[in-house]
């Protein structure tokens, strides 16, 4: 996957609390095997209002979600993150995050920014007052901004979850990380062993 240093566009900001996996991605999706597909099912139940954030104008090409503490709680599902990815954000900033959900998140090379509660309630007012200001999520600084509104707030990530988005490292690109030992250890393998080789 692509590493993620910053992140620069509009934000669609959702100003709900304890939004869960299912709330994300209603359980009928999980029939899918692939990791595309699902925008059309992200926050299924809630886009039937047409009011909902998401049927707003200009929200299709938000790159940011801004939302209350907790955000991603409930089930371990990975198409929670996959329909935030498809529908096209690349960031969440929240005050918190269930845990599943972030590492998930991580995995998948979407930046899970937990910012301040009261960082996010001030991100929440500049947008209610300009929702077609510009957010940058800056990973290498951790740091979430609104310029035009002179907002830049710090938000938290592990070293380890920052390095891994910044590299672009998804657990197959961890591995990989290590194939010239994994390549010696496969050559000196007894050769009446199980094997894969020539299948």
Not at 26 to 41: D, H, I, N, Y
């Amino acid at each position: 996957m692509a590493g993620v240093k910053r992140i620069a566009g509009r934000a669609v900001a959702l100003d709900r609390r304890d939004v869960d996996t299912d709330q994300i991605i209603p359980a009928s999706w999980l029939k899918r095997v692939e990791r595309t597909g699902f925008a059309a099912g992200l926050f299924g139940a809630w886009r039937q209002d047409p009011d909902f954030v998401l049927n707003r104008p200009g929200a299709a090409e938000a790159k940011v979600l801004v939302a209350g503490s907790n955000f991603g709680c409930g089930s371990s599902r990975e198409h929670a993150v996959w329909a935030l990815q498809d529908f096209g954000f690349q960031a969440v900033v929240a005050p918190s995050f269930g845990d599943i959900f972030r590492n998930n998140s991580v995995a998948a090379g979407l930046v899970p920014a937990k910012a301040g509660e009261e960082a996010v309630a001030r991100l929440f007012a500049a947008l209610a007052a300009d929702p077609d200001a510009e957010v940058v999520v800056d990973v290498a600084a951790r740091e979430v901004a609104i310029p035009s509104a002179g907002l830049a707030e710090p938000f938290e990530l592990a070293g380890y979850a920052q390095w891994r988005l910044l590299e672009g490292l998804d657990d197959i690109g961890l591995t990989l990380r290590h194939e010239e030992e994994i390549t010696a250890f496969e050559a000196s393998r007894p050769p009446w062993l199980p094997s894969l080789a020539g299948q």
